[in-house]
Every structure is written in C-alpha cells, then in structure tokens.
T-cell receptor
Framework: KQEVTQIPAALSVPEGENLVLNCSFT??????LQWFRQDPGKGLTSLLL?????REQTSGRLNASLDKSSGRSTLYIAASQPGDSATYLC????????FGTGTRLKVLA | ETGVTQTPRHLVMGMTNKKSLKCEQH?????MYWYKQSAKKPLELMFV???????ENNSVPSRFSPECPNSSHLFLHLHTLQPEDSALYLC??????????????FGPGTRLTVL
C-alpha cells in the first residue's frame, strides 16, 4: 500500500532563506508526483508536476526533484518570502492520487 | 483562478437535511474528482469520473452520492450526514490521456459543517 510522508510537519524560517521540503513514498511504481500549495481554508494550487521519467522541474524560485528509486522528492524554495507562507502538499499518482499530510511553512518578515 | 469553481463555498446543515455540492470545470478536462479534507488528515479521494463514468468509489458511505451529468459538471448529493462528515470538500479535474497522466487542478472547496 502506497504511503506518502512529509517531514517536517511545520517549519518557520526568516525571510530570504533558502529551504527544502521533503516528501517520501513507499512504492516507487508511480506515474508522476505533484507539489501543491494550500492557503488556509482554500483549495490547492498546483506548483510543479514531475513525470516518472523526469528528474526535476523548475518554476521561478521553485525547484522540485524526484528520485523514484529512493522514494523521495524535494521541493526547493529559493529566497523565501512572507507570501510563501502556506501548507505545501505532495501527491503521488499510481492508479489514483495519494497525498501526504503536508508541511506548514511560515516565512517571517 | 484555477478554472474549477465550487458552490456553495460554505454550508451548514443538520443531520436530517438534504443538500448538494456543485463543481464546474472550464478547462475542457475529461476527468473529475471529489476529495475530502479533514483536520490533520491527508486528502482522501472519494470519487473519480472519467468521461462521465464513475471509475473509483473509495469505500465512501452511501449518504454521499455523486452525479456527473457531463464532463464539465460534478455534483455531490448529501443526505443524513453525521457530524464527523464536517470537512472541506474539494473538487478537481484533469485531462486523462492514454499513457499520459496530467496534473490535477483544484477548486476552492466547500466548507461543510454538520450540526
């Protein structure tokens, strides 16, 4: 059974810091992995999608990597800003999407 | 704006009420999903529709009844709910092509409170 874990559950950093969020999954037979952002009480905003054949994707200050063999993905946020404060979720796609519980990020001004 | 809209945004209902949640996607996608998000738990997939056909029912109680009249609209009919059904209900859509799995786009959610 596929399980997705995100560590840490919560993180506070000062503005300007580079940071890494982690996502691990137990079954490497995935089609893709998607990172989302969720603001309090809101829906999910897609950040990056990495297909199983890819190793990384970049969008602006965000870079996501995927290592299927070790069951890991990282989301790198460069030069963090207070507007980056949100919960970050990863989801792996097998025959359906399985979500992690998220990392709640707070960037302090 | 993700191209997926949900109404209502907030709903309070008693355990004997019947209500419906509505989702509409303006992205031309062929698959739609209902998820439940409870506090401190991962998102739980409830139902999946591909080309208007239900392809996944993730052991959801019968008090939740989905309906997909066309590829752009998805409903979740609610009746005789329990207080533990209070949660954020999220709708999503994606374009499912043979051999290619594309990203999901989510609506803003309906915050449901069952009294």
């Amino acid at each position: 059974k596929q399980e997705v874990t995100q560590i840490p559950a919560a993180l506070s950093v000062p503005e300007g810091e580079n940071l890494v969020l982690n996502c691990s999954f137990t079954d490497s037979a995935i089609y893709n992995l998607q990172w989302f952002r969720q603001d309090p009480g809101k829906g999910l905003t897609s950040l990056l999608l990495i297909q199983s054949s890819q190793r990384e994707q970049t969008s602006g200050r965000l870079n996501a990597s995927l290592d299927k063999s070790s069951g890991r993905s990282t989301l790198y946020i460069a030069a963090s800003q207070p507007g980056d404060s949100a919960t970050y979720l990863c989801a792996v796609r097998t025959y359906k999407y399985i979500f992690g519980t998220g990392t709640r990020l707070k960037v302090l001004a | 704006e993700t191209g997926v809209t949900q109404t209502p945004r907030h709903l309070v209902m008693g355990m004997t009420n019947k209500k419906s949640l509505k989702c509409e996607q303006h992205l031309g996608h062929n698959a739609m999903y209902w998820y439940k998000q409870s506090a401190k738990k991962p998102l739980e997939l409830m139902f999946v529709y591909n080309f208007k056909e239900q392809t996944e029912n993730n052991s959801v109680p019968s008090r939740f009844s989905p309906e997909c009249p066309n590829s752009s609209h998805l409903f979740l009919h609610l009746h005789t709910l329990q207080p533990e059904d209070s949660a954020l209900y999220l709708c999503a859509s994606s374009q499912e092509d043979r051999g290619l799995y594309n990203e999901q786009f989510f609506g803003p959610g309906t915050r449901l409170t069952v009294l």
